[in-house]
């Protein structure tokens, strides 16, 4: 079966500096997708960045960056200088590609920029 | 991304009635899924679809729900007989075909029964 795991249920961290939240993962199947999505206090959900499990590189958007682990099966994000705007809950999320590319999603890291 | 709409943003119905949440995906995305948010928990799966299909319902409860997704027209999710459980929000998100899927998310809905 799959699943997502955030075991960080709360953050803070100061403003401009970086902070990383985690993720790990479990799936059996070859091909998936990882995702990472803010969901700010408004409510919507904002993608932020992807990684395919094939991809060689570690994906970038901006300040967001995704440390792809594959052996260990975590796919933590990395906010590089931190702004208020931050502040946010912050879901992993996991799609298998071979499949109905439905969502499995983590229970979400709360993260607290500090002026 | 403003390109997935789903209206209402809020609904409150009483418990017993119907509950009508629709959903517009943005132009050119043939799959639609479901997504219901308890309070301070995860999205949860609760159906996919594409046009006129419904491809895989296994994240929804046996009854009162059911999901559409005519050929004209929004998505609808259709809650019947609601009950204060069914108070959540509701996403809508939508795909195109292709290796790199990531979803586009409504807004939502809120659903509060009372």
């Known amino acids: 079966a799959q699943k997502i795991t955030q075991t960080q249920p709360g953050m803070f961290v100061q403003e401009k500096e970086a902070v990383t939240l985690d993720c790990t993962y479990d799936t059996s199947d070859p091909s998936y997708g990882l995702f990472w999505y803010k969901q700010p206090s408004s409510g919507e959900m904002i993608f932020l960045i992807y990684q395919g499990s094939y991809d060689q590189q570690n994906a970038t958007e901006g300040r967001y960056s995704l440390n792809f682990q594959k052996a260990r099966k975590s796919a933590n994000l990395v906010i590089s200088a931190s702004q208020l705007g931050d502040s946010a809950m912050y879901f992993c999320a996991m799609g298998s590609t071979s499949g109905t590319y439905k969502y499995i999603f983590g229970t979400g890291t709360r993260l607290k920029v500090l002026a | 991304n403003a390109g997935v709409m789903q209206n209402p943003r809020h609904l409150v119905r009483r418990r017993g009635q119907e509950a009508r949440l629709r959903c517009s995906p943005m132009?050119?995305?043939?799959?639609v899924y479901w997504y219901r948010q308890l309070p301070e928990e995860g999205l949860k799966f609760m159906v996919y679809l594409q046009k006129e299909n419904i491809i895989d319902e296994s994240g929804m409860p046996k009854e009162r729900f059911s999901a559409e997704f005519p050929k004209e027209g929004p998505s609808i999710l259709r809650i019947q007989q609601v009950v204060r459980g069914d108070s959540a929000a509701y996403f809508c998100?939508?795909?195109?075909?292709?290796?790199?899927?990531?979803?586009?998310f409504g807004q939502g809905t809120r659903l509060t029964v009372v």
């Open positions: 132009k050119g995305h043939s799959h």
């Open positions: 998100a939508s795909s195109s075909t292709g290796p790199r899927t990531e979803a586009f």
